[in-house]
Structure formats: C-alpha cells, structure tokens
C-alpha cells in the first residue's frame, strides 16, 4: 500500500506531528452476498488513531477499477468516528450487477477473478490545518458468470407397456478456471410443449474450468405422454423439449443458485 501524507498550514512540522496522524491500512476483501446476477463486497481498512480523543472523519473519496478501468467512485464519511488510541474498522460497501459489469469489462476464460485497483483517500480537520492520507490497493476481485447452457440430444433408454426412460444431454460451458461443480438438480421436462417429466438429481455432475462438457438428467415418463419422442425416433424428426430447472452450483466463491429455463429442436436417438 501507498500512503502520503498532506499536511497544509503545518508550518513544515510535519515530522514531529507525525506520531500524532491517523495512519490507514487496508485490511481485507469481504464477499457478503452473491448470486450469478449481483455481488455484494465490503472492503475493510484498518484506520488508527493514535490521539488521545475521538476524531471525526471529514473526508473519504474512492475509485475502484476493475481490469484497469474504473467502474465507481464517490465520497461517503457519513459521521464516522475514531476512537481514541484505537485501530477502529471502516467499510466501504459495494454492489455490482453482473450483467452491467461485463458490458464494460471482460473477464478472461480461464479465469475465476478480474484485478481490481482501489484509490483514494481519509481526511481530518486539525487546529493546525487538514490531514489527508491516500491509499492505492490492488487485488483480486470475484469474476463470477453464469455457465451458458444448452439442451442436447434425448436418449431413449427403455420402453415398456407403460412407460418409457429417457436420458437428456445438457451441454454446459464453464467459463472459470475452477471446476463447477452441480448438485440438488430439481427439473421439469416438457416435449412439444406437453409437461412429461419431472425429478431430483442429488449429484448431477461436475464441469472442468475453461471446458464445455455434457451431463445427463435421466427420468421416467408415461407411456401415453411418450408418444411424441418415440414417433420422433422412428421418423428422423427433431423434438422440442424444454427443460426448468434449479441446482446448487459449487463455485470458487462458495455455493451459489443457478436457474436454467432452455428449450431446443433436439435429436431423439435410441440406445
């Protein structure tokens, strides 16, 4: 970290007043909330004053810029209060949508984060003059996207007087560089518009990082509302089936909800 200190009207005592200024440091990247649409972040600097009373902070200015391109700034004391010869916590809270962010900046495929630089700085008012310390803090800042998905071909696996079992592909992009990994599948499958099938899937699978690779959602339909897929198979045609879905997905930032709602003309093949 950079720290400069800016005493006006000090009279070029700066130095024997220096046991005596606040000193920042900042301390720590906080992930508080995130979905595959938001991220909620505070960052957490140390500020210490080393005087004797309280001290009220006049002044605070930042920019944040994410992959060298700032996408924030403000200014925001709001009353906060030092406590006397105390290390006292200060949080800058911040919201970023998703959606917004990569319309300005990319991150690369690969990657789990994109580098942040964080600028700005304190400032106190003082019977000698003001005092203002500047901070420049780089980092790494969550980069989470959302897999692209897409349905793939529908498998026939059985068919009986009663029912018929099917396995349907689903292609799914990883863009990170971490492993996803995608549990507590809940599905519904339509075919040609008609609700056919629907179920849970503890472990559906894992997908490497920088990878697109393909999981199976199996289910069970009756005979009856199979007739559309197993007339598919016998003339060549493709399908429509659409799938909703939700699962739990493992990320590199902690567990994270993911909804799909995909639909496609598939292939029907038969095992």
Not at 43 to 66: I, K, M, Q, S, T
Request: negative net charge; glycine residues 10%.
């Amino acid at each position: 970290m950079i720290l400069t200190l800016l005493l006006v009207g000090c009279g070029g005592g700066g130095s024997d007043l220096s046991a005596f200024v606040p000193t920042v440091k900042f301390n720590r990247l906080d992930l508080t909330d995130l979905s595959f649409d938001d991220l909620s972040v505070d960052f957490v600097f140390d500020v210490h004053n080393p005087n004797p009373v309280d001290l009220p902070l006049e002044r605070f200015a930042y920019g944040l810029a994410l992959d060298q391109l700032e996408i924030l700034s403000g200014d925001s004391p709001e009353g906060v209060m030092l406590r006397e010869a105390a290390t006292s916590e200060m949080v800058l809270p911040v919201t970023l949508n998703f959606v917004n962010l990569y319309e300005l900046v990319t991150a690369e495929r690969g990657t789990d984060n994109l580098p942040f630089e964080l600028t700005g700085g304190f400032g106190w008012d003082t019977d000698i003059g003001p005092v203002d310390v500047t901070f420049d803090e780089e980092g790494d800042f969550p980069a989470l996207r959302t897999p692209e998905i897409k349905v793939g071909d529908l498998f026939v696996t059985e068919v009986t007087d009663s029912k018929a079992g099917f396995a349907l592909n689903v292609d799914i992009d990883n863009d990170h560089g971490s492993t996803l990994d995608f549990a507590n599948l809940d599905f519904k499958v339509k075919f040609a518009g008609l609700k056919v099938g629907a179920g849970t899937v503890d472990e559906f699978g894992s997908v490497p990082g920088a990878t697109t690779d393909t999981l199976q959602i199996p289910f069970s339909v009756d005979y009856l509302d199979a007739i559309e897929a197993i007339a598919a198979v016998a003339s060549g045609e493709k399908l429509k089936v659409d799938l909703s879905a939700t699962s739990d997905v493992t990320t590199p930032f902690g567990v994270v909800p993911l909804s799909m709602d995909e639909e496609g003309n598939v292939d029907v093949v038969e095992e």
